[in-house]
């Protein structure tokens, strides 16, 4: 487990972080914290160096194992500087070879666009229980979902005979 010291300083890194509309949390570069070349957030933990996502991903997921080469945590809004759990999903890289294979150029938790061809990234991007979603087609359905409702709530006022 982490000790006090280090528990502030992930306190800390929250409270300074961005929380970006589409649910990104973005930490800052402050003392302590730094970016490496591949533009993940690192700190310094327990004499080793650590992938913020990594850390968190350590905390959240009960099946997380930082000994398990094979094992990655993977972003679903494929924004590497982003912490936020909700974004975070563990696989395996045969997972990720095999879905890659499956579906063509990309695993599917790495779509870049919708059905309806809407780009899947910043703030058209929603990520609900791992999964990713469109904003635009998710407003559009929940307004036919109200249209709808609209119409059957005319017709018991006015039935037609
Ligand atoms: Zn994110
Ligand atoms: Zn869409």
Not at 41 to 61: D, N
Not at 83 to 109: A, F, W, Y
Not at 127 to 144: E, H, L, V
Request: charged share 25%; aromatic share 10%.
């Amino acid at each position: 487990m982490i000790n006090t010291p280090e528990l502030d300083k992930i306190i800390e890194i929250c409270e300074k972080s961005n929380y970006l509309s589409n649910g990104c949390i973005e930490p800052i570069i402050y003392k302590g914290v730094y970016r490496d070349n591949n533009n993940y957030p690192l700190i310094t933990f327990k004499g080793r160096s650590w992938r913020l996502h990594r850390f968190f991903a350590s905390q959240h997921f009960e099946e997380f194992d930082d000994n398990d080469p094979n094992q990655i945590v993977m972003h679903l809004c494929d924004n590497p500087a982003c912490i936020n759990v909700e974004h975070l999903k563990l696989g395996t890289q045969l997972e990720n070879i095999q879905d890659r294979d499956n579906k063509g150029r990309h695993p599917n938790s790495l779509k870049t666009h919708c059905i309806r061809g809407h780009i899947l990234s910043g703030t058209n991007l929603i990520i609900n229980n791992g999964n990713r979603n469109c904003k635009i087609c998710k407003y559009a359905s929940a307004k036919r979902r109200y249209s709808t409702a609209k119409r059957r709530r005319y017709y018991e006022r006015y039935p037609r005979w």
